[in-house]
């Protein structure tokens, strides 16, 4: 049997080393406590998928309360939150996978109903164009910003508490750390706006407080990676060449860089003449220095080869470790026709994918999860989801 070259181990430039190339991609399972507190359900759902991908990034996790972006969100911002995280982290490195806490804050991607009656926070007082009823934001004053970039840092402190061996600061998506450095979110005429090296001032200093947590507490190599999304479609908005700049400005400051995007063969959004990969775009810039973890719609072990061959150096899977949680094992076996390339809702147990995901995926990614087209199952699962439609609602 010829082993997949990804299955080989991955050792960053820290020292941390991984059994293999494939790493799971941050999903949410919108199941924790209201308080962010981590379930039951959570952590079975992430003990079904370890063991097979080197590495696990969780599902995002918010750095203070003003930072929630959506109900049953995990959470780090207190130390409440420890015994929990130490249950995650635990779960997570069964035969040997690495786990990876993936922080953030949500700032103008929440509003005041998820915040409690508070006003959702931002770089500047501008509404996010999507969705079009997106609330307005309050603009963080300078003290506020300070103590944001030290909440990511007590939130890496939590994480090393924990027993992760790594964080993820989420920068895409239009998140805080994106809406700093687009000019569509912010234009602050002060020192955190502005130019473009002024917008790069929130995530750089993010960024340097959380080496200084990690070089002061960390008693093992213990990672910071950074996620980044290529291009906005808003105008104003960040595109290719202000990314590509932004990597150049931190590939020397973090251990690793990660894509969010939907295709690992994706082209600019916003360039239709650039016909090359933005895989091999950001590879050309971060090859040699740091990883490029490439990402999206890898579904098998060709895709996998594929987007190394463009220029991963690792490769994160996201909606084929839902289906399919032993996926590594088995095309480790090449045991290949095993996998599951479809699911229905007689799969949901042992799946162990939580009540609430379930109706997450049904509204928001049914057509990409492949669900079972057998009309009969199909009805049974939209029945056993009825006693949850009013909660769906609220969020």
């Known amino acids: 049997m010829t082993k997949q070259p990804f299955l080989s181990s991955f050792k960053f430039n820290n020292g941390l080393e991984i059994k293999n190339h494939i790493v799971m991609s941050p999903m949410t399972t919108m199941t924790s406590f209201y308080n962010g507190m981590i379930t039951t359900d959570e952590l079975n759902y992430y003990a079904a998928r370890a063991g097979g991908p080197g590495m696990m990034i969780t599902g995002v996790a918010n750095v203070s309360d003003s930072g929630r972006g959506f109900e049953g969100e995990l959470s780090v911002a207190h130390d409440d939150m420890l015994p929990g995280l130490t249950n995650l982290a635990s779960v997570i490195h069964q035969d040997g996978t690495k786990a990876i806490l993936q922080i953030f804050h949500a700032g103008r991607k929440s509003n005041s109903a998820i915040l409690r ?17 997106s609330e307005t934001p309050r603009a963080l ?23 992760f061996d790594g964080i993820e600061l989420h920068g895409a998506n239009t998140y805080l750390l994106q809406q700093f450095y687009s000019e569509n979110a912010n234009q602050r005429t002060d020192d955190w706006g502005g130019s473009r090296e002024k917008r790069l001032k929130f995530p750089l200093a993010v960024i340097k407080t959380v080496n200084k947590v990690v070089k002061d507490y960390a008693d093992r190599p213990f990672i910071v990676g950074y996620r ?16 590509l700049f932004f990597v150049d400005q931190i590939k020397d400051k973090v251990d690793y860089l990660h894509l969010s995007m939907g295709s690992y063969k994706r082209t600019s959004l916003n360039d239709p003449s650039n016909k090359q990969s933005l895989i091999s775009q950001f590879a050309e810039h971060t090859h040699g220095i740091i990883p490029l973890i490439g990402i ?31 996926w590594v094992q088995k095309v480790a076996h090449n045991d290949l026709k095993s996998i599951r390339t479809q699911i229905s809702p007689s799969d949901m147990d042992e799946l162990a994918i939580p009540p609430v995901m ?35 609602k609220k969020l």
Do not use: C, W
């Open 141 to 163: 004053t300078t003290d506020e910003i300070l103590q944001l970039i030290s909440d990511f840092g007590e939130a890496t402190k939590r994480a090393i508490k924990a027993g």
């Open 358 to 392: 379930q109706t997450y995926l049904r509204e928001s990614f049914y057509s990409v999860m492949q669900f079972t087209d057998d009309p009969e199952l199909h009805q049974d699962y939209q029945n056993s989801l009825a006693p949850m439609e009013g909660f769906e």
């Open 296 to 326: 999206g719609s890898v579904t098998t072990p060709e895709d996998v080869n594929a987007a190394m061959a463009d220029g991963a150096d690792l490769v994160a899977i996201g909606r084929t470790f839902i289906r399919e949680p032993q």
């Open 117 to 133: 009656g508070e006003k959702p926070v931002s770089a500047s007082a501008i509404s996010a164009t999507y969705p079009a009823n």
């Open 228 to 243: 980044l999304s290529p291009e906005e479609i808003e105008t104003p908005g960040i595109r290719l060449e202000d990314s």
